[in-house]
């Protein structure tokens, strides 16, 4: 079984200012990772993704994420938002199966609004 | 540009009525998804689906049902609406290999008075 624990459930900015929304999990299996964005009315999009490889992954829209297995991290960043950020993002957690198939199975974050001010 | 579309977007029901959630995607994904979400809170997988004829429970319970008849369509039902099924329900497709994403339709927001 996997948890996702999102430190923030509010995070105000101002514009052009750097962001760090803040995402802990803990799983008894290897996991996928991911963040998703959800804008008011809309559903949830895929910003990035963490399968393997390098911990540091890069996602649209500028933002970035770096896996960081030691202290079960996997933490969102930009180093300039805009205005159009603000929208409630979600860090999300699927465990690996046998042979590293994920089985789609995703384990959500309570989420984190970012909302970016003038 | 959606490949997944969930009719009605918005649903005002009275307690005690039968209802049905659409959910269509065009993308051939074997895996589709029911998610709840209510404000402020994470979302919760309530039901799943592999393929044509596979359908299981999620990780929330639900009164909620499901039917996998044709691939693309993955419709969601409630024989009898309660004030506690208001909620948003989000549908979801993903295929099969590690790597891919979950694609989300713009969800049903449920009203039941």
């Known amino acids: 079984a996997q948890s996702v624990t999102q430190l923030d459930s509010q995070v105000p900015v101002f514009e052009e200012a750097p962001v760090e929304l803040r995402c802990n999990y803990s799983?008894?299996?290897?996991?996928?990772l991911f963040w998703y964005v959800q804008y008011p009315n809309q559903g949830l999009q895929l910003l990035l993704k963490?399968?393997?490889?390098?911990?540091l992954v890069k996602g649209i829209n500028g933002f970035e994420a770096e896996f960081n297995k030691s202290q079960t991290s996997f933490h969102l960043r930009k180093p300039s938002v805009h205005i159009s950020d603000t929208a409630e993002y979600f860090c999300?957690?699927?465990?690996?199966?046998?042979?590293?198939?994920?089985?789609?199975?995703?384990?959500f974050g309570q989420g984190t609004i970012l909302t970016v001010h003038p | 540009e959606a490949d997944i579309y969930q009719t009605p977007r918005y649903l005002v029901i009275g307690t005690g009525k039968k209802i049905t959630l659409e959910c269509s995607q065009t993308?051939?994904?074997?895996?589709m998804y029911w998610y709840q979400q209510d404000p402020g809170m994470e979302l919760h997988l309530i039901h799943y689906?592999?393929?044509?004829?596979?359908?299981e429970k999620g990780d929330l319970s639900s009164e909620s049902t499901v039917s996998r008849i044709r691939t693309e369509h993955f419709p969601l039902t409630l024989e009898s609406a309660r004030p506690s099924h208001t909620s948003q329900y989000l549908c979801?497709?993903?295929?099969?290999?590690?790597?891919?994403?979950?694609?989300f339709g713009n969800g049903t927001r449920l009203t039941v008075t």
């Open positions: 979801a497709s993903s295929g099969r290999t590690a790597n891919s994403p979950l694609h």
């Open positions: 799983s008894s299996v290897s996991v996928y």
């Open positions: 963490y399968l393997s490889g390098s911990t």
């Open positions: 999300a957690v699927s465990g690996r199966g046998a042979g590293g198939t994920s089985y789609g199975k995703l384990t």
């Open positions: 993308m051939g994904h074997d895996k």
């Open positions: 689906s592999y393929g044509v004829n596979s359908t």
